[in-house]
């Protein structure tokens, strides 16, 4: 079965500084990774996904994620960070043959300093 | 292009009493899914369901909860008896099924049980 550790249960940067979430999954096959975003009170928001091809992915709102196989990784990093990204990051893994069902990692709470 | 819409947003209740979510996916969208968010956590899977067929409900408490998918559109989750731990947000997302495809989220109903 797989599985996603955030090891950042917080992280506080300020405005303007660069940012970079950890994730780190367990799968035995070639895994489906994506990053959602949840602001307070709101549903998930899809920033990124990869699927296979080139290790670096663009997403929305500035965001980019890198898969590193031999490290079981894929950080979310963002070059400067705005106070509107203030919101929980969930990393997710999905696994091929098995539809869309997607293993949440536990988030990791991102605060900005003005 | 409407989002997947849940409802309530907010519903407190009594432990005993019973309790029923509602979920209607973006049109088109094939798969339905119920997570299940506990406070500080990530999404965890209740139900998939693939049109009107639920095709992984291995994690849902089935002795207190139900679901249903009927015509393979809407669907409804519920609840009965609440318990003090079903204190939660109740998470319905859609995708248009196949692998990896993405799931968008509703923004959730919170399940408050006193």
């Known amino acids: 079965a797989q599985s996603v550790t955030q090891p950042d249960i917080h992280i506080t940067v300020s405005e303007g500084a660069s940012l970079e979430l950890r994730c780190n999954y367990s799968y035995g096959a070639t895994p489906y990774l994506f990053w959602y975003v949840q602001s307070p009170g709101q549903g998930l928001q899809l920033l990124l996904k990869?699927?296979?091809?080139?290790?670096l992915v663009q997403g929305i709102k500035g965001f980019e994620a890198e898969f590193k196989r031999s490290q079981s990784s894929f950080n979310l990093r963002k070059p400067s960070v705005h106070w509107s990204d203030a919101a929980e990051y969930f990393c997710?893994?999905?696994?091929?043959?098995?539809?869309?069902?997607?293993?949440f990692g536990g988030g990791t709470r991102l605060m900005v300093k003005p | 292009e409407a989002g997947v819409v849940q409802s309530p947003r907010y519903k407190i209740i009594e432990k005993k009493q019973p309790v029923a979510f509602w979920c209607n996916p973006i049109?088109?969208?094939?798969?339905l899914y119920w997570y299940l968010q506990n406070l500080g956590q990530g999404p965890e899977l209740l139900i998939r369901y693939e049109n009107e067929e639920a095709v992984d409900d291995s994690q849902l408490p089935k002795d207190r909860f139900s679901a249903e998918r009927l015509k393979g559109v809407d669907s409804t989750l519920k609840i009965q008896p609440a318990e003090l731990g079903d204190s939660a947000v109740y998470l319905c997302a859609s995708s248009l099924g196949g692998l990896a495809g993405e799931l968008f989220f509703g923004e959730g109903s919170r399940l408050t049980v006193l």
């Open positions: 049109s088109g969208h094939n798969t």
């Open positions: 997710a893994v999905g696994a091929m043959g098995a539809g869309n069902m997607l293993t």
């Open positions: 990869y699927f296979s091809g080139d290790t």
